[in-house]
C-alpha cells in the first residue's frame, strides 16, 4: 500500500503547488485528467516524488474561484474562509483521505466516517 505521506514526514520540505483559477480552467483540467466534461471546486494531482534539492514534491491543489465565491454565498461563509476549506480540501486528497459520499471518506482505501459535529 502506497503511502502519500511521505516518509513519516522525515522529508525536510514538504512542496504543494495552489493554483486559484477560474471555472473554464478548472473544466478543462477536469476533462484533460479526469474526463469530466463538467467544473468543479477543488482537483488535487498527486505528483508524490522526491525532488534533486531533497523536497518531496506532494502535488498541485487547484481551486475554482468562481465556484468558491458561488458556494460561500450559497453556506453564507467569507469567501476567505471558502476557499481556505477548499486549499485543505484538496490536501488532504493529496495525503489519500478521499470520499464517496458527504458523509464517507476513505484514507488509503479504508472507510472512516467524517466528523459531522453531531
Given at each position: 500500500m ?11 520540505d514538504i512542496?504543494?503547488?495552489?493554483t ?8 478543462e483540467l477536469?476533462?484533460?485528467y479526469l474526463?469530466r466534461?463538467t ?7 498527486p505528483?508524490?516524488?522526491k ?7 506532494l ?12 458556494q ?5 461563509n ?10 485543505a480540501h484538496?490536501v ?11 458523509d464517507e ?5 479504508k472507510?472512516v466516517k ?5
Open positions: 502506497k503511502k502519500n505521506l511521505p516518509e513519516q514526514l522525515n522529508m525536510d512542496v504543494i503547488s495552489v486559484i483559477t477560474g471555472d473554464k480552467a478548472v473544466q477536469n476533462k484533460k474526463d466534461d467544473t468543479t471546486d477543488v482537483l488535487s494531482f505528483i508524490n516524488e525532488q534533486e534539492d531533497g523536497s518531496y514534491y502535488g498541485d491543489v487547484v481551486v475554482n474561484k468562481e465556484q468558491a465565491l458561488r460561500a454565498d450559497k453556506y453564507g467569507e469567501v476567505e474562509t471558502e476557499v481556505s476549506e477548499l486549499v484538496g488532504l486528497h493529496l495525503l489519500g483521505v478521499h470520499h464517496h459520499d458527504d471518506h476513505t484514507v488509503h482505501g472507510p467524517k466528523d459531522t459535529g453531531q
